[in-house]
């Protein structure tokens, strides 16, 4: 079994194992399941040059970083210098970084490998990775059902062991959702609390990287090495980084916790319903205090969601245009053509429906109506947060209607699709931190997961809960006979 | 809700965006559930409540204006599709 991020760098730095055989046994898991789609390219040759270069720090007696040798995945919406990163588009096929994204960049200052890029919907639009032009992902519980999306690589790659660290990016549910359909960590910071530097925008006022993880313990040593200041990043916040390793075992004996009464109405599945309910109870039982709460806005959100992530997403998206990067139509004979063509033959059906989407709620007409009745709902949805936070500390929460679903069973139906995001996208909306941690098991077998949701800036609180609940109630994880 | 395909077609040309004659139909029929989503908001009364564009505490994050070099420019023509003479190339604009 793969161990986890944290007892690899303990071993890589005491000599206990090098970063190379750490290196060896985790590509060796990665190229025999091909069959998940979870990578979309393996960076073998850079990743073993990256070991043997801490290897060989370690040799001359260095002290080594804070991740050691552990073996990460990237989405592959974040660059990494030199190699091709491509958001999952045909449109960025070819595509050579010319920089790191600033999380990579924290990787590697902490001495992590960087083993390759995970398979994504598109632009990081979609809620099953089946949105990718390298084909699906799939879930490594059942293979037929998605791994969730859009870091559905990212998450299927931890699930199955093929690497014990992963990141990926959450705009209205991505990281989230993938972790819970997955069972695994996943934590999406709060807005501002990591660097976008070197992600491919999707929707500026809403994209957040965060990792994903077997242990609670591993997402907190991620983000702590992720998180901070960045001046090529102005909405990254200065506000310092805590550890967020020191209070993990603190338990949560007065926390409060609050139940939403929104998140458990019609519409959830009765068996994630009863998941959700007994891990609370596991809280209250450990001294949390729990309570019920109401976000009466939560209904307006994913209506919301759908005109502000689109119409952001038009805009961001203008820069592929075919003349500075990406597809070119070798068809096109005037400028206008080059655009047209390049975008038209690109991007993919979810990409083309968003950035319409996107181009049509801002369009002369329907601007008043749609963005900016939108942004005003958001701002009921954020305060909706905030009276909530002045009752309790942390919200609990389902993370998705239902656990994983079928390949191909909403793909044909772009509304069924998004309300899969339902429960992730209010916290988003107003920039919380939030995580997923796994809770149980359906009948059928699949992963069900819990999601934790503090006021922005509070990671700790949140590490401190979910690391209370994996240890009163520890989730299986994929069953040996199952792993590569 | 219904969008009509001639709104279709003025959306996907504000879009800068070639769609074939299925991709219009599909996004014609689609956008019709999408829009009565999105309807949901007009039940919510918002007339006192301003708008947020940024969730995010920070404002006016400002800078000296100083140049910096980028290490090896002839990096990020190499991405363009076509270049020439250190310029980005495409077709002629002015017949």
């Known amino acids: ?484 | 809700m219904a969008i009509s395909a001639a709104e279709v077609r003025r959306v996907a040309r504000l879009a800068r965006l070639r769609l074939s004659d299925e991709e219009a139909a599909l996004y014609e029929r689609q956008f019709g559930g999408i829009l009565e989503l999105m309807a949901e908001l007009s039940g919510l009364d918002t007339a006192e409540t301003p708008a947020t564009a940024s969730v995010s505490a920070l404002s006016n994050v400002m800078r000296e204006d100083a140049a910096r070099p980028f290490p090896e420019p002839e990096r990020l023509l190499a991405l363009a599709p076509q270049s020439e003479g250190g310029c980005y190339k495409v077709p002629r604009v002015i017949a």
Request: hydrophobic share 45%; net charge neutral; with cysteine.
């Open chain 1, 1 to 484: 079994m793969t161990p986890c991020a944290a007892a690899v760098a303990r071993d890589v730095r005491s000599g206990r194992a090098s970063a190379e055989s750490v290196l060896r046994a985790v590509l060796r898991k990665a190229r025999a399941r091909k069959d998940l789609g979870a990578f979309v390219r393996l960076l073998e040759d850079q990743a073993l040059a990256q070991a043997r270069a801490v290897d060989a720090k370690r040799g001359r007696g260095e002290t080594l970083g804070r991740l050691a040798g552990v073996p990460v995945a990237v989405k592959d919406n974040m660059l990494v210098r030199g190699v091709e990163t491509t958001a999952g588009s045909r449109l960025l096929q070819g595509h050579v970084a010319s920089y790191d994204a600033a999380a990579v960049e924290r990787l590697l200052a902490e001495d992590a490998v960087i083993i390759g890029h995970t398979n994504m919907d598109e632009f990081a639009m979609g809620s099953s990775t089946e949105n990718s032009a390298f084909g699906p992902a799939r879930n490594p519980w059942a293979p037929a059902r998605v791994p969730g999306g859009s870091s559905g690589g990212s998450a299927a790659a931890v699930a199955a062991g093929l690497c014990p660290l992963a990141l990926g990016s959450d705009t209205g549910g991505s990281i989230r959702q993938p972790a819970a359909f997955c069972g695994v960590v996943g934590l999406k910071p709060s807005y501002g609390r990591v660097s976008r530097r070197g992600l491919i925008a999707f929707a500026s006022s809403l994209d957040q990287i965060g990792p994903l993880a077997r242990t609670v313990e591993d997402a907190a040593l991620a983000l702590s090495v992720i998180a901070g200041a960045d001046p090529g990043d102005s909405t990254c916040s200065a506000m310092p980084v805590p550890d967020y390793l020191q209070d993990l075992g603190t338990g949560v004996k007065g926390l409060r916790v609050g139940l939403p009464r929104e998140y458990l109405a019609a519409g959830l599945d009765p068996e994630v319903e009863a998941a959700v309910r007994a891990a609370v109870e596991a809280l209250r039982v450990l001294g949390a205090e729990v309570r019920e709460v109401s976000l009466p806005h939560t209904r307006y959100a994913v209506s919301s969601y759908y005109i502000l992530a689109p119409a952001e997403a038009s805009s961001n998206l203008a820069r592929f245009d075919g003349v500075r990067y990406g597809r070119r139509s070798p068809a096109a004979r005037s400028l206008a053509e080059l655009y047209e063509l390049s975008r038209g033959e690109g991007f993919g059906p979810e990409v083309k429906r968003r950035v319409m989407l996107g181009t049509y709620v801002l369009s002369a007409g329907y601007y008043d109506a749609y963005y900016a009745k939108a942004q005003r709902a958001r701002t009921l949805i954020k305060a909706d947060f905030a009276a909530a936070f002045q009752g309790v500390d942390v919200l609990a929460a389902p993370v998705a209607p239902t656990a994983a679903f079928a390949l191909g069973e909403k793909s044909a139906d772009p509304v069924a699709m998004y309300l899969s995001d339902v429960y992730t996208i209010p916290s988003s909306m107003a920039g919380n931190a939030s995580l997923s941690v796994p809770c149980g098991l359906t009948k059928g077998g699949l992963p069900i997961g819990l999601q934790l949701i503090a006021d922005s800036f509070c990671e700790g609180t949140l590490l401190r809960a979910a690391a209370a609940l994996e240890a009163a109630v520890p989730f299986p994880g994929l069953p040996e006979a199952d792993r590569a």
